[in-house]
């Protein structure tokens, strides 16, 4: 049954804002235990460097321990969230860092600012007919040639999420998709997929990667898929 996402933006960021404490605790140190996640982060960070380094954005970081990988890996990263719990928790634990409120439906960054851009399973939460929104956003701040790198939880349907991280009170549908819608969804949005993969690490019990790059004026979509 589809859900109700009347209100989804709301109570993303009031369960966020509840649990963002142990979020960070239950959080911190689970990319140590995920190599195949690690592999792509450091991939994506190679293709920045290769654009000519510039800003990075982190769109939904949450407490911001993507960003932080990122920045140890060279990458020049900040971080964006629709939660301020997550927010401040993100300051407070990486004070060196730049983390700012926002919402990736309606993204307050320039056209053709940022080098790249990485949404860390925080896909997850937003309904199907606002992806297109999201993503256009995300081709109108990226640079042509400039790659975006998405990780999300891999399945066919919605779940209403009503407990999590230590037992706190959430009111979320984490949504689990297929591979080829999202690389549809890329390709209508301006991006062409290189690399995408389903793994199984202590990130997602089924996760999947999705490594792109933004088209460029006058470039023509790949042939076929991955």
Same mark, same amino acid.
């Given at each position: 049954?589809?859900?109700?996402?009347?209100?989804?933006?709301?109570?993303?960021?009031?369960?966020?804002?509840?649990?963002?404490?142990?979020?960070?605790?239950?959080?911190?140190?689970?990319?140590?235990?995920?190599?195949?996640?690690?592999?792509?982060?450091?991939?994506?960070?190679?293709?920045?460097?290769?654009?000519?380094?510039?800003?990075?954005?982190?769109?939904?970081?949450?407490?911001?321990?993507?960003?932080?990988?990122?920045?140890?890996?060279?990458?020049?990263?900040?971080?964006?969230?629709?939660?301020?719990?997550?927010?401040?928790?993100?300051?407070?634990?990486?004070?060196?860092? &730049?983390?700012?409120?926002?919402?990736?439906?309606?993204?307050? =960054?320039?056209?053709?600012?940022?080098?790249?851009?990485?949404?860390?399973?925080? =896909?997850?939460?937003?309904?199907?007919?606002?992806?297109?929104?999201?993503?256009?956003?995300?081709?109108?701040?990226?640079?042509?040639?400039?790659?975006?790198?998405?990780?999300?939880?891999?399945?066919?349907?919605?779940?209403?999420?009503?407990?999590?991280?230590?037992?706190? &009170?959430?009111?979320?549908?984490?949504? &689990? &998709?297929?591979?080829?819608?999202?690389?549809?969804?890329?390709?209508?949005?301006?991006?062409?997929?290189?690399?995408?993969?389903?793994?199984?690490?202590?990130?997602?019990?089924?996760?999947?990667?999705? =490594?792109?790059?933004?088209?460029?004026?006058?470039?023509?979509?790949?042939?076929?898929?991955?």
């Amino acid at each position: 049954m589809k859900p109700n996402t009347d209100g989804w933006l709301h109570d993303t960021r009031t369960s966020y804002d509840t649990v963002a404490a142990s979020y960070a605790d239950l959080t911190r140190h689970i990319l140590e235990e995920a190599p195949e996640e690690r592999a792509f982060l450091a991939r994506f960070a190679d293709l920045v460097r290769a654009q000519g380094g510039g800003p990075v954005a982190d769109v939904g970081c949450g407490t911001g321990r993507i960003t932080a990988h990122l920045h140890r890996l060279g990458v020049d990263v900040f971080g964006i969230d629709l939660s301020p719990g997550m927010i401040e928790v993100a300051r407070r634990e990486h004070p060196d860092l &730049r983390f700012a409120l926002g919402s990736m439906t309606d993204l307050a =960054l320039a056209d053709d600012s940022m080098t790249g851009l990485i949404a860390w399973y925080s =896909l997850i939460h937003v309904p199907d007919d606002e992806i297109g929104r999201v993503l256009a956003h995300f081709k109108r701040v990226v640079r042509a040639g400039g790659p975006l790198l998405l990780g999300f939880h891999v399945g066919d349907e919605a779940k209403l999420k009503t407990e999590g991280y230590g037992g706190h &009170r959430m009111n979320v549908h984490v949504h &689990r &998709r297929q591979h080829a819608q999202l690389v549809t969804w890329l390709d209508d949005a301006g991006f062409a997929v290189e690399s995408h993969t389903t793994l199984t690490s202590a990130e997602s019990r089924l996760g999947g990667m999705i =490594l792109a790059r933004r088209r460029g004026a006058g470039s023509t979509r790949p042939a076929g898929g991955d």
